[in-house]
Each structure stands twice: as C-alpha cells, then as structure tokens.
Nanobody
Framework: EVQLVESGGGSVQAGASLRLSCAASGVALDEAPIGWFRQVPGKEREGVSCIASAAGRTYYADSVKGRFTISSDTAKNTVYLQMNSLKPEDTAVYYC????????????????????WGQGTQVTVSS
C-alpha cells in the first residue's frame, strides 16, 4: 500500500522559511515522480514543484522559482520542499503526490498525472 505523509507546515511571517517533508512508503522514489501541490479554498489546486528522482529532473512553478527547492533523500524515501522568502500568497494546504504512470524520466505539474496523495499540511504566511 502506498502512503504519503506530509509534515513541516506551520504559521510564519513573511520572509521566513519552512521545510516540508513527504515521507513515502510502499513506493521507492526512483519508481515514481513526486509532486508538491497547493490549494486555497475556492481555487484550483496548483502544481508547485515536482521531482523525478530517477532522472534527477525537477520542475518549479514560476510563482516559486528561485524561492523553493525540491530535493529527495532516497535513503529516507522522503522528498523535501524547502520554502524560503515566504509570501502571504504562499498560504495554502500543501499536498504531495506520487505519479504511477510509469514515466520516471520527468515530472509534470498536472494533478491528473498523480495517483496517490497525502493528507496535506497547512502553511500560513502572515504579512
């Protein structure tokens, strides 16, 4: 059974940093790209970043490029999202998800490509 568990969310002031973790079980990171998404109530889910660990390829949304860094630790089977210079508009519930399409050479920021989801972790950034 595949399980993804996010942690690391919290409430911070603008300019602060947080590191989100996505601990995976039932899947090895080189078998499935992992994506980070975020959602604000009333809005569509947004693809923030993803990593295809098998190929060492990453993706970042323009809104977070230069501020967020995704990485993976295959020994811990965990993907991290380091978030620096946080802004109030980064406030959302953040989810990690695993893509079991069989494509491991790249990742896509499209939620419909992902098959397993974590429960989400709240990130709140105040001004």
């Amino acid at each position: 059974e595949v399980q993804l568990v996010e942690s690391g969310g919290g409430s911070v002031q603008a300019g602060a940093s947080l590191r989100l973790s996505c601990a995976a079980s039932g899947v090895a990171l080189d078998e499935a790209p992992i994506g980070w998404f975020r959602q604000v109530p009333g809005k569509e889910r947004e693809g923030v970043s993803c990593i295809a660990s098998a190929a060492g390829r990453t993706y970042y949304a323009d809104s977070v490029k230069g501020r967020f860094t995704i990485s993976s630790d295959t020994a811990k089977n965990t993907v991290y999202l380091q978030m620096n210079s946080l802004k109030p508009e980064d406030t959302a519930v953040y989810y990690c998800a695993a893509d079991f399409s069989g494509v491991t050479s790249a990742c896509l920021p499209d939620e419909y490509e992902y098959h397993y989801w974590g429960q989400g972790t709240q990130v709140t950034v105040s001004s």
